[in-house]
C-alpha cells in the first residue's frame, strides 16, 4: 500500500494557538509499519501538534522531516500530498453526502479506475460499510462514521496516519473492532500515529509511546515500562501542582 521506508521527523516543533504557547519544542517519530501513540491530558497540546504536522496550523518553529524535506510551513495540501493524511478529533464527514461521496471526494487527485479501486481496496478493512456506500453519512452510527474518516484518510494510500483520537466517544466494542484494522493499516507498512486518552487501548497496540503534559513530551519510550510504571503517566495526568490542589502530595 506504501512506498519507501522513510521516518517522519518532529524536532523543536513549537506551536501557539491564540497568543499562548501550547507545544514547548516537542520531538517526535513516526515509523512506517509501526504504531506510535501520543498519550495526555485534556489540553496536553496533542491536537495541535497533529495540526501543526497536517500543516492546518503553522508552526512558529520546528522541523517536520520526511523523506529529507522539511514540511513545516507548507500548506495542508502539499503536506498530504507528501504521504502524511489525518483523522480529524471527532469522526468528521460530510454528513448530507452519502458514504461513497465521502470517499470518492477524499480520493483527491484520483479518478476513475484508480479512485474506485483504491476506494475497494479501503473498504476490504472496512466490510460493514459496502452495504451502506448510499446512506448518508450523517446517518451511520459513530462507530461507522469513524471508519468512513479512517477510510477517507487511507483512499490517497498515505504512508502516514494521525489518528487524533480514534476511540473519541464510541462503545467500547467498536473501540474493540477498529484495534485490529489500526493494527493491519500498520502491518500495511503505514506509520501511525495513535493519539488517545484512553491509555490502555494505545500501550496495547503502540510499540512507541509519548506522553505529552502541558505542552511538553513527558515520556518517550516503549509502552512496556509505563504499564509496569503507572506512577509515570499518573504524574503526566495529575500534575504536581493539580495533586497539591487536591491534598494528594
Ligand atoms: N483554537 C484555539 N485557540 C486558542 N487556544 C486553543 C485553541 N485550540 C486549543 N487551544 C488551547 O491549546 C491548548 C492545547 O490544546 P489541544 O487541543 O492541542 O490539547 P489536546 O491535548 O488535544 O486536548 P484534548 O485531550 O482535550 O483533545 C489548550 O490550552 C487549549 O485550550
Ligand atoms: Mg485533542
Known amino acids: 500500500m506504501t ?11 513549537i506551536m501557539v494557538r491564540g497568543t499562548k504557547a501550547v507545544v514547548h ?10 504504531v506510535s501513540a501520543l498519550l495526555g491530558p485534556n489540553g496536553a497540546g496533542k491536537t495541535s501538534t497533529v495540526l501543526g ?16 524535506i522539511n514540511l513545516k510551513g507548507l500548506d495542508s495540501d502539499v503536506i498530504r500530498r507528501h504521504g502524511i493524511a489525518t483523522v480529524p478529533e471527532g469522526h468528521q464527514v460530510l454528513r ?6 465521502n470517499l470518492q471526494l477524499a480520493g483527491g487527485h484520483l479518478s476513475g479506475k484508480a479512485l ?8 476490504n478493512l472496512f466490510p460493514e460499510l459496502k452495504t451502506r456506500l448510499q446512506q448518508n453519512a450523517g446517518d451511520l452510527s459513530g462507530g461507522q462514521q469513524q471508519m468512513v474518516a479512517i477510510s477517507q484518510a487511507l483512499v490517497v494510500s498515505p504512508r502516514f496516519l ?23 493499516i500498520a502491518a500495511s507498512g503505514i506509520g501511525v500515529l495513535l493519539i488517545e486518552q484512553f491509555t490502555h487501548l494505545a500501550l496495547a497496540l503502540a510499540s512507541h509511546v ?6 511538553k513530551v513527558s515520556y518517550d519510550g516503549d509502552p512496556g515500562k509505563l504499564k509496569a510504571d503507572p506512577a509515570i503517566l499518573h504524574r503526566a495526568y495529575f500534575p504536581i501542582s493539580d495533586r497539591e490542589a487536591v491534598g494528594l502530595v
Open 210 to 215: 509519548y506522553v505529552m503534559s502541558r505542552g
Open 25 to 34: 519544542g516537542i520531538k517526535l517519530e513516526i515509523h512506517p509499519g509501526k
Open 96 to 101: 448530507d453526502l452519502s458514504v461513497k461521496e
Open 53 to 68: 504536522i497536517a500543516g492546518v496550523v503553522e508552526p512558529v518553529f520546528g522541523d517536520i522531516w520526511v523523506d529529507g
Open 116 to 123: 474506485s479501486q483504491s476506494i475497494d481496496r479501503v473498504l
Open 162 to 184: 494521525l489518528i487524533d483520537e480514534l476511540s473519541f466517544g464510541l462503545a467500547p466494542s467498536i473501540v474493540a473492532r477498529l484495534v485490529p484494522v489500526i493494527r493491519d
Open 3 to 13: 512506498g519507501g521506508s522513510s521516518t517522519l521527523k518532529i524536532e523543536n516543533l
